[in-house]
C-alpha cells in the first residue's frame, strides 16, 4: 500500500468513527506506552548505532522517560480535558448557553527530526491520539535505524489505518507535506519549515513548525557563577548540543568573562574526563553536520575570534568517530557565521556585555528565539528578562527544564516556530475547539426577524 493509499485509509478510518469516547483513547495511550516501555533497550541501541554513539542515559531521560511522563499525565488529565467546557452566555440572550467541545481533527501528519529520532515523534502523537485522531509519522533520514525500528514497533502495536510511520528520504518527506492532513506538525530546521508550510498552504492545511534558532543565555554579575555554569554546561552538551533549544550563546558581564570561562572549561573536563572514549559524550550525527560545525569554527577564526580547545590533546577529529571535543569562542563579531547560524553542536561562544539592556538589545535585534535562558536571583532583573525579548519558552536559573514540564506549552514565535503542544496546549492544538450555542426555550429570538421595526431598534439600543 503507497502513501496516499494509507492515507485514503486513515481518513475512511476517521469517518467511521470521528469521535473515540475517553476509554478507546485511553487505550490507545497505555498501547504507545506500553510499545515505548517494551523496547526502550532497542530504542537505545538503535539511537546510538545512527549517531555514531549516543549516551543510552540521555536517550534514556530525553527520549524514553520524558515520553513515558508525558503519556502518564495525558492519561491522568484526559477525561477533565475531555469535558464540556462552559462560556459565559452574553446577558441580553440569557437564559441561552454557550459552550466548547474539543472534537478531533482527523488525519495528523507528524514530520520528527533526527536529533530526539524517537521522543519528537512520539511527543506529539500522544497529544494527537489524546484529541482522538489518527497519526502518520514521517521520521528522520538521518536516523534509518531508529527510523525502521519505529515503523516495525508501530505496526506491532496499531492497525495501519490508526497509526503509521512512513520511511525514507526528502522525495518522501516531499510528498508527505503534500497530503491534505486535518494538521501537520513538523520539528526541524527554519529553512525546511518554509517548504514545508508552503506545501501545507496549498491543501489549507493548519500546521504547527517547532524549528530552531540561537537561543541565548544571560548572566548577571552576582548570580552564584558555579552554579550557572553547571546547567549551562549541562545543557549546552547533552547530545553533544544537538538539542533544538540547547543555550546557543552566553552573554555574561564584561568584568565576569574571564571567570565564566576559566569555570566553564573546569566544569567540563569535570563532567567529561575524557570525550573520544567516554560513553556520556555523545557523537555528532553526520559527517555533513561535523563539517558544517566545523566551518563555523573555521570561518571565525579567520574573522579574528579565539577558538579555546577545553581538550587541546583530542582537539583533532579521529578517524573513526564524529565525536566533537568541546570548544569557547570568544571575541565574537556579527559578521561571523557563529554568531549568525544556530550552532547544534559542542561550542559555546561568549560574548560580554556592559549594561543589561545592552543584552537585552543584542538579543532583541535577531529573530525570536525557541528558548531563552537567564540567571539571577534579583526579581527586577528577572522581569526585565522575562518582560523584553519574545521567546518560545523561557527557563530561569536553569537550561533546558521548562520543555520536560507537561503542563506548559512547548512551541516557537516567528521564525523559530509557531504553534505549541505538549500537554494540555498539544490536546487543544489537535483538536477543533467547537463552540456550540444552546437556545432557551424563552427567548426574544422573533423580535430579530424582519421586517425590522422598532422591537429591532431596542435590541440595537441594548446590545450597543
Known amino acids: 500500500m503507497d502513501m496516499q493509499q494509507k492515507f485514503d485509509a486513515m481518513k475512511a478510518a476517521f469517518r467511521k468513527n470521528p469521535n473515540p469516547d475517553l476509554a478507546s483513547r485511553d487505550k490507545n495511550l497505555e498501547r504507545l506506552g506500553a510499545m515505548i516501555l517494551d523496547n526502550v533497550d532497542a530504542f537505545c541501541k538503535t539511537i546510538s548505532e545512527d549517531f555514531g554513539h549516543r549516551s543510552p542515559i540521555e536517550t534514556r531521560f530525553a527520549e524514553?522517560?520524558?515520553?513515558?511522563?508525558?503519556?502518564?499525565?495525558?492519561?491522568k488529565q484526559l477525561a477533565k480535558w475531555m469535558s464540556v467546557e462552559k462560556r459565559a452566555t452574553g446577558i441580553h440572550f440569557l437564559p441561552a448557553k454557550n459552550e466548547v467541545r474539543y472534537q478531533p481533527k482527523g488525519v495528523v501528519g507528524i514530520i520528527?527530526?533526527?536529533?530526539?529520532?524517537?521522543s519528537m515523534a512520539v511527543n506529539p502523537t500522544i497529544g494527537a491520539l489524546a484529541a482522538g485522531n489518527r497519526v502518520m509519522i514521517k521520521p528522520s533520514e538521518l536516523t534509518p535505524a531508529t527510523s525502521d525500528l519505529l515503523a516495525k514497533l508501530?505496526?506491532?502495536y496499531f492497525d495501519e489505518d490508526h497509526i503509521t510511520v512512513i520511511t525514507g528520504g526528502p522525495d518522501v518527506a516531499q510528498n508527505f507535506s503534500a497530503?491534505?492532513?486535518?494538521h501537520m506538525l513538523f520539528t526541524?530546521?527554519?529553512?525546511?519549515?518554509?517548504l514545508v508550510m508552503s506545501a501545507a498552504a496549498k491543501n489549507l492545511t493548519p500546521v504547527t513548525l517547532e524549528l530552531g534558532g540561537k537561543s541565548p543565555t544571560i548572566l548577571d554579575d552576582q548570580y552564584p557563577m558555579q552554579t550557572a555554569v553547571e546547567k549551562?554546561?549541562?545543557g549546552k552538551l547533552m547530545n553533544s548540543g544537538q538539542t533544538c533549544i540547547a543555550p546557543d550563546y552566553v552573554l555574561v558581564p564584561e568584568q565576569r568573562e574571564a571567570e565564566f570561562v576559566k569555570t566553564y572549561i573546569k566544569t567540563v573536563q569535570r563532567f567529561?574526563?575524557?570525550?573520544?572514549?567516554?560513553?556520556?559524550?555523545?557523537?555528532?550525527?553526520?559527517?555533513g553536520h561535523f563539517e558544517r560545525i566545523s566551518e563555523l569554527i573555521d570561518d571565525a577564526k579567520q574573522k579574528g575570534a579565539n577558538v579555546i580547545e577545553i581538550y587541546q590533546e583530542e582537539s583533532q577529529k579521529p578517524a573513526n568517530t564524529r565525536k566533537m571535543p568541546p570548544k569557547i569562542v570568544t571575541n565574537i563579531s556579527d559578521d561571523m557565521k557563529i554568531a549568525q547560524e544556530e550552532i547544534f553542536g559542542p561550542v559555546l561562544p561568549v560574548i560580554p556585555y556592559k549594561t543589561i539592556d545592552q543584552a537585552l538589545d543584542y538579543v532583541m535585534d535577531r529573530p525570536h528565539p525557541l528558548a531563552f535562558y537567564g540567571f539571577s536571583k534579583d526579581k527586577e532583573f528577572v522581569e526585565k528578562l522575562l518582560h523584553n525579548p519574545l521567546a518560545g519558552g523561557v527557563s530561569i536559573n536553569d537550561t533546558l527544564m521548562h520543555i520536560v514540564q507537561m503542563d506548559l506549552p512547548f512551541g516557537g514565535v516567528g521564525s523559530s516556530g509557531m504553534g505549541s503542544y505538549h500537554g494540555f496546549d498539544g490536546f487543544k492544538t489537535f483538536s477543533h475547539a467547537k463552540a456550540i450555542f444552546k437556545q432557551s426555550g424563552i427567548n426574544a429570538r422573533s423580535m430579530m426577524y424582519p421586517p425590522y421595526g422598532k422591537s429591532m431598534d431596542k435590541i440595537l439600543k441594548m446590545l450597543g
Open 64 to 75: 524514553t522517560a520524558n515520553a513515558l511522563s508525558d503519556i502518564k499525565h495525558t492519561r
Open 112 to 118: 520528527s527530526p533526527w536529533n530526539y529520532p524517537m
Open 154 to 156: 508501530v505496526s506491532q
Open 179 to 182: 497530503l491534505p492532513f486535518d
Open 188 to 194: 526541524g530546521s527554519t529553512n525546511v519549515g518554509r
Open 232 to 234: 549551562i554546561v549541562s
Open 272 to 287: 567529561y574526563p575524557t570525550i573520544l572514549d567516554n560513553p556520556d559524550f555523545t557523537a555528532i550525527i553526520s559527517e
